[in-house]
């Protein structure tokens, strides 16, 4: 059974770095082919992909957000870390972590997703 | 902006079928991407529903379906029921961008 769970702070104060972790179970990242992505969605608003990391640590990011993203994985304790700086109340939103597929060129999607967790940014 | 058009809403009585249509551009969709899409009952996670274009993973009830044509793609659920209330999302992997993309969503009210 996949399962994924995000935790962080709930709230961030302007120009702070957050730090998320998720926590899965059911799979390994160091399996070939694993992959876990972030995922955002502001309050009311439609979902944003942030970054993903792979099984042999390549990782990606959103153009727009790139400069201030980093996604790490340990596979040891099974969690991926995200970090974002410069934390803005624009990016008050839900974030989740999910399970991404992508077995060959132009085949991509997130099969399991955590329950997300609210980060607000306000002073 | 969203970077796949959805309509923002569609409605339908009980029992009956609605489409949800997302369209893409020549980076994704149009490049040959797969299209996926996403539930979203109210106050919970993503869901999802139908992955590959066409395919339903285990559990999710025959009455959803999906298509894909050229660079667009639609969702269709027959017999409405009031459970399906929610929004729902289509995704898709955009080759120049190398990202994930999502639609803006639509939220489907049964009436």
């Known amino acids: 059974q996949v399962t994924l769970k995000e935790s962080g702070p709930a709230l961030v104060e302007p120009t702070q770095t957050l730090t998320l972790t998720c926590t899965f179970s059911?799979?390994?990242?160091?399996?070939?082919?694993?992959?876990v992505s972030w995922i955002r969605q502001p309050p009311g608003k439609a979902l944003e992909w942030l970054a993903r990391?792979?099984?042999?640590?390549?990782?990606f990011y959103s153009t727009s957000l790139k400069t201030r993203l980093t996604i790490s994985k340990d596979t040891s304790k099974n969690q991926v870390v995200l970090t974002m700086t410069n934390m803005d109340p624009v990016d008050t939103a839900t974030y989740y972590c999910?399970?991404?597929?992508?077995?060959?060129?132009?085949?991509?999607?997130?099969?399991?997703w955590g329950q997300g967790t609210l980060v607000t940014v306000s002073s | 902006q969203s970077v796949l058009m959805q309509p923002p809403s569609v409605s339908g009585a009980p029992g009956q079928r609605v489409t949800v249509s997302c369209t893409g551009s020549?980076?994704?969709?149009?490049?040959?991407?797969?299209v996926h899409w996403y539930q979203q009952l109210p106050g919970t996670a993503p869901k999802l529903l139908i992955y590959?274009?066409?395919r339903r993973p285990s559990g999710v009830p025959d009455r959803f379906s999906g298509s894909k044509s050229g660079a667009s793609a639609s969702l269709a659920i027959t017999g409405l029921q009031a459970e399906d209330e929610a929004d729902y999302y289509c995704?898709?992997?955009?080759?120049?961008?190398?990202?994930?993309?999502f639609g803006g969503g639509t939220k489907l009210t049964v009436l």
């Open positions: 999910a399970r991404t597929l992508f077995p060959e060129a132009r085949v991509f999607w997130h099969d399991y």
């Open positions: 059911g799979f390994s990242l160091s399996t070939r082919g694993m992959r």
């Open positions: 990391v792979d099984w042999d640590d390549d990782k």
């Open positions: 020549v980076s994704d969709i149009g490049a040959g991407s797969d």
């Open positions: 590959r274009n066409t």
């Open positions: 995704q898709s992997y955009d080759i120049n961008l190398d990202a994930s993309v």
